[in-house]
């Protein structure tokens, strides 16, 4: 996406909240999207970004919305989360959201035979920075939460349908989702509400790294309800409700957001009649 490739709607729905942001690696980034919709609607935010390489791209970005925070962090490094949750405590006190958009998984994992390919190596990086760092994410950030909040990961249907060569991502993916809800249940005493958006395919860094990958946009678009690709738009849109009061009440739970991608059991251009 362009940084200026869409108008995002502007108010005051995240109007007096603070937030953080993880996984802005450049202008397609879904974090991106996100972020500069929660920027048009009032939302301070810090980012995290992953390694010194990125900051070049990520630095203008933030810039550009009004963010000052921008700190490095590795979720398979506890020193780094510990000095970027620092860091945030620092500078925001307390915070009322956090949108982690962040997963990998390496590229030969992404390919041809599931069974075949996974090596445990693979499995458990893919485990560790897809699905366990949001875990971890989450019980930093409750730390920062007493006013209660809202925690928004990002899933594929992969996790859920067999997506060829998704492979290792889409069993992380399940994990992710479950753990979703336990966390959920955990954190809803205190007022804290954690969803995931289940977004179509979009064109992103993350997408390049799957074999195939742009077949995933083609195939979704052409299997959907809608027959559209799915929009940073939509996904922006859902990730504010979210995160604004507009979505009190809604926890545990995966909200797709692919033009009806998830729901088709065949493509209406197969069927006779
Ligand atoms: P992206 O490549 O822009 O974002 C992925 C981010 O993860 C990057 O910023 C990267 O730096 C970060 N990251 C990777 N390893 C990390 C680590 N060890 N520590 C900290 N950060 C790390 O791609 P994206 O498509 O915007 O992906 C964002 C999220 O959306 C991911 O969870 C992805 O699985 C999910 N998603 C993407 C699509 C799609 O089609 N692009 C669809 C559904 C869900």
Same mark, same amino acid.
């Given at each position: 996406m362009a940084e200026d490739a869409w108008t995002m709607p502007k108010g005051e729905l995240m109007r007096g909240k603070k937030g953080l942001v993880m996984g802005v690696a450049n202008s397609n980034s879904i974090a991106w999207g996100i972020a500069s919709q929660l920027a048009a609607q009032g939302a301070e935010m810090a980012f995290t970004y992953l390694g010194e390489s990125l900051e070049r791209r990520v630095r203008p970005l933030a810039e550009s919305i009004g963010v000052k925070t921008l700190i490095p962090a590795d979720v398979t490094d506890d020193a780094s989360m510990d000095a970027a949750f620092a860091e945030i405590e620092k500078t925001f006190g307390t915070i009322d959201f956090v949108v982690h958009s962040v997963a990998f998984a390496d590229k030969n994992e992404l390919k041809g035979s599931f069974v075949e390919n996974t090596t445990r #190596?693979? &499995?458990?990086?893919? %485990?560790?920075?897809?699905? &366990?760092? &949001?875990?971890? /994410? $989450?019980?930093?950030? $409750?730390?920062?939460?007493? =006013? *209660? *909040?809202? %925690?928004? !990961? %990002? !899933? +594929?249907? *992969?996790? #859920?349908? /067999?997506?060829? =060569? +998704? =492979?290792? %991502? *889409? /069993?992380a993916k399940a994990a992710l989702e479950a753990a979703t809800r336990y966390i959920a249940r955990d954190l809803g005493p205190k007022g804290i509400r954690v969803n995931a958006i289940s977004a179509g395919a979009m064109r992103t860094l993350s997408l390049a790294g799957i074999s195939g990958g742009r077949s995933m946009i083609s195939s979704g678009r052409a299997l959907s309800a809608m027959k559209e690709d799915t929009s940073m738009e939509g996904v922006a849109g859902c990730a504010l409700w979210l995160a604004s009061d507009l979505g009190f009440s809604t926890t545990g739970e995966v909200i797709h957001v692919d033009a009806g991608f998830h729901m088709m059991g065949m493509s209406a251009d197969e069927a006779e009649g």
């Open positions: #190596e693979g &499995f458990l990086l893919a %485990m560790n920075i897809s699905a &366990f760092s &949001f875990v971890d /994410v $989450a019980r930093r950030a $409750a730390k920062l939460m007493p =006013n *209660g *909040g809202s %925690m928004i !990961t %990002m !899933t +594929y249907l *992969g996790s #859920e349908r /067999v997506i060829p =060569n +998704y =492979n290792t %991502m *889409g /069993v």
